[in-house]
């Protein structure tokens, strides 16, 4: 089946540690996303990359990092930096076209809990 | 990228049409107005997207008057499982962004 997955569901850290979250497409997409999203909020922008090894900072990119060495593949590094990791985190993709690009298709996330 | 305004929100009864309106005064020529719907704990899901005038898939229909100031979501005999929140963005296409509000609770009761 075509998608996006994203691994795990569900992660626990302990304060202090960097951790990597796992996003990774089969729809041949040229890009990809990362959103956190708190409790009754909407999404917000972390990163986003057009291309294979390019990216741009989102709306809140300070603490985190992501690296597009694969055009499938666009992990997250939420690191020791970011003040307040335990959120909901989601990736998606979309494709490019003749009107800029389509609808963003998502993965369905992963409920990181830093204690 | 346009702002955009939705209730926060919305009760209906199954079987209802419900209509959601957003508003964005500030679109610009280029831009595009799409909806999505998430369920708890889920993704959000492209639900409809147009430009003017109005579209309809086989899900929702999307009403956009002549200024493209607003624009209605509009659901056809809802049911309990169309309990979800629903976003109305705005943006170009060009960027690959898009920026979420807080959307729509929509609450379906029997």
């Known amino acids: 089946d075509g998608g996006i997955t994203q691994s795990p569901k569900y992660l626990f850290r302990k304060e202090g540690q960097n951790v990597t979250l796992s996003c990774e497409q089969n729809?041949?997409?040229?890009?990809m996303y990362w959103y956190r999203q708190d409790p009754g909020q909407g999404l917000r922008l972390i990163y986003y990359?057009?291309?294979?090894?390019?990216?741009q900072k989102g709306d809140i990119a300070e603490g985190y990092s992501v690296s597009r060495e694969k055009k499938e593949s666009f992990p997250l590094t939420v690191t020791s930096a970011q003040k307040n990791p335990t959120a909901f985190y989601l990736c998606?993709?979309?494709?490019?076209?003749?009107?800029?690009?389509?609808?963003?298709?998502f993965g369905p996330g992963t409920r990181l809990t830093v204690t | 990228l346009a702002k955009t305004t939705q209730p926060i929100s919305m009760d209906s009864y199954e079987g209802q049409e419900v209509n959601i309106t957003c508003s964005h005064n500030?679109?610009?020529?280029?831009?595009?107005i799409t909806w999505y719907q998430q369920f708890p704990s889920q993704g959000p899901r492209f639900i409809i997207q147009?430009?003017?005038t109005k579209v309809t898939n086989e899900v929702a229909s999307l009403f956009i008057p002549a200024d493209r100031k607003s624009s209605t979501l509009s659901l056809p005999r809802v049911s309990l499982s169309d309990t979800a929140v629903y976003y109305c963005?705005?943006?170009?296409?060009?960027?690959?962004?898009?920026?979420f509000g807080q959307g729509t609770e929509l609450s379906v009761k029997p």
């Open positions: 998606a993709s979309s494709q490019a076209g003749d009107r800029g690009y389509y609808e963003q298709y």
């Open positions: 729809l041949n997409h040229d890009a």
């Open positions: 990359s057009q291309i294979v090894n390019d990216f």
């Open positions: 500030n679109i610009a020529t280029n831009d595009y």
């Open positions: 147009g430009y003017k």
């Open positions: 963005l705005v943006g170009d296409n060009q960027g690959g962004k898009l920026i």
